[in-house]
């Protein structure tokens, strides 16, 4: 007799290492808050609608032939940009790069300058896709601790010790972190630039929320002239409401853009994103006005949930890092019955809330008040219930 066929067909084998995973990403729901992804609550004006929609027009009596795969006129308008923001001398078009959202950015930059027997290193809580970059290109990982709650701030001296140890090829921060919302001070970029350059070590600043950062607080872009091995991301993501259109950038020393560019896959920017984010670009009036409502609805939510006797992480971004009194899984869950979606990440018990229109920060205040209530009076800690104690910190 035949031996029986086997009930499953023959899958090819994946690499050993990602054998189990799960795809990244946060659960895209349908509800009408959605606070989980640092998402722009604004969609375009039906001016700015209309001006995109004719600028995708007109590149489609083109596609048949590949996109500008240099795409300097954008490079162009992206350093014009960055000059009016962070009051930088507007960058040559050589030191700009772009690509679908700084996710790959970050990834031709672990793919041009990780590798193999090299090692990134970053400091925790970080951005929850940092790790897969590394996963993707063969990069070792390796990280070491922000600084307490509620500021998670990181000093010099600390990545000094963290690089000396690991002697990392790429050292990863982020200015507003994500998930804490923390700026990084000035100094603690130029130590790191410092040290990375005793062996020849790329240092990255990952600013996508740089535009949402407190008056006073300076952008890493200021360094670049005195640093030959920094590179600063950005993204059309956040400020400019433009997740949905997949547009991030670096700037960098000329040298670290044609590194980038032999490792980038040709004409990987679509003519129909070159002529979005050049539009985009074009309403940056309009646009950026938007981002001071969101600073100024982001400090007033920030005043609230200090005021419920939440322990708050000072935020420079469009989000907002809280403790929560209860287990925080419960409050997320009794959030989302009311139609308000945030994010489980960070430390435990702490909650992240993006910030929304006035309208879905409303929502969030009130849903909150039902799903974690304040304590009134706050028993001893010993009588507490268990997700409480201080042993959950
Ligand atoms: N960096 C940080 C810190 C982020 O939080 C995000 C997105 N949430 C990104 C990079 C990636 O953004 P995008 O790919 O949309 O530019």
Redesign the pocket.
Known sequence: MDPMPDPAPALPAPRDDLAGLEPYGAPQLDVPHLLN??ENPFPPSAALAADLGRAVSATAAQLHRYPDREFLALRRDLAAFLAEESGIEAPAPEQVWAAN???EIMQQLFQAYGGPGRTALSFTPH?S?YPEYARDTFTGWVTAERGPAPDFALAPDAVTAAIAEHRPAIVLL?SPN?PTGTALSLDVVRAAATAQAAHRGLVVV?E??GEFRRDGVPSALTLLPEHANLAVSR?M?KAFAL?GA?L?YLVADPAIVDTVRIVRLPYHLSAATQAVARTALAHRAELLGQVELLRSERDALAAHLAARGHEVAPSDANFILFRAFDDRHAVWERLLERGVLIREVGPAPWLRVSVGTPEDNAAFRDALDIADPALADPAPAGSRPASEKDSDR
């Open positions: 992804v640092n959202g700084s996710n951005y896709m982020t994500n990952d996508a929320y993204t993501s997740a997949r991030g």
